[in-house]
């Protein structure tokens, strides 16, 4: 199957659900563009970063000539058909169904007060905080000190300590697209409305972008309360996985 490089068809497929592919559109990015393969017909993408590999899928046309040219494991973020797919020529484990939310623009941010703008200076604070969840296994787990210095990060302090936090995991302003994660409250100051504060402070500073999105566990109803709230709504189910790609060709498959 072809693979495309044109970096304007790749838009153009994209935007059909610029919402399911938000964090696609951020890799049209010049510094991320490099690093990912995309394969038709339909649209896969292979994203060869942060150490584990990633596909994302529109469709289920070129899912398997992806796979191919990928020596496993690869982290999977992919629908329902597309998972089905992949399970036909690959083992597929830790599979967790996830919700696509997107940002309505309403109501407006609010209750910044208190908050500050992180720089690369909060990284080790940041990572401090993000392992208060590790015993329960609530820590977020795709946190990268490059996001805080190419993306927007705000927290609420407690002297050095920071007590919550919510950041992007990408942020392409050519693209009119960003993508919120890395949000925290620690255990001890839950049920203050410190998540609230620092998601809407993140919000804040994103005005103006066509679509805002983020990825949360279809079980964390907690979660998905607050981002209702703040004017999130519920665009796709969809899951995150590993898969063991194949590492021949596909046509050797039975």
């Known amino acids: 199957m072809p693979r495309l490089i044109d970096r304007d068809e790749i838009r153009r497929l994209l935007r059909r659900d610029p919402a399911w592919s938000v964090y696609a559109l951020g890799d049209l990015a010049p510094a991320m563009f490099p690093k990912a393969t995309w394969f038709t017909p339909d649209l896969t993408l292979v994203l060869r970063d942060y150490g584990t590999a990633i596909l994302f899928a529109m469709g289920t046309g070129s899912v398997r000539e992806a796979l191919a040219t990928v020596d496993g494991p690869v982290h ?137 999105g983020l990825n949360v566990r279809a079980d964390n109803a907690a979660a998905i309360h607050l981002y209702d709230s703040l004017g999130f709504r519920r665009h796709c189910e969809f899951f995150e996985a590993l898969c063991d790609a194949p590492t021949r060709e596909p046509s050797q498959r039975s």
């Open 76 to 212: 999977l973020q992919v629908q329902q058909d597309a998972l089905e797919e992949i399970r036909r020529h690959a083992p597929v484990s830790s599979v967790k169904p996830m919700l696509r939310m997107t940002w309505t623009g309403q109501p407006s941010p609010t209750r910044r007060d208190g908050t500050a703008r992180l720089d690369a200076r909060d990284v080790e604070a940041l990572q401090r905080l993000y392992a208060d969840g590790d015993a329960a296994g609530e820590s977020p787990d795709f946190f990268f000190p490059s996001m805080v210095t190419d993306g927007v990060f705000h927290g609420v302090h407690d002297g050095d300590a920071l007590l919550a936090a919510a950041g992007t995991h990408l942020l392409s302003r050519a693209e009119g697209v960003a993508s919120i994660g890395n949000v925290y409250t620690r255990r001890d100051r839950r049920g203050l409305g410190l998540g609230r504060r620092v998601v809407s402070a993140v919000l804040g500073d994103l005005a103006g972008l066509e679509t805002i």
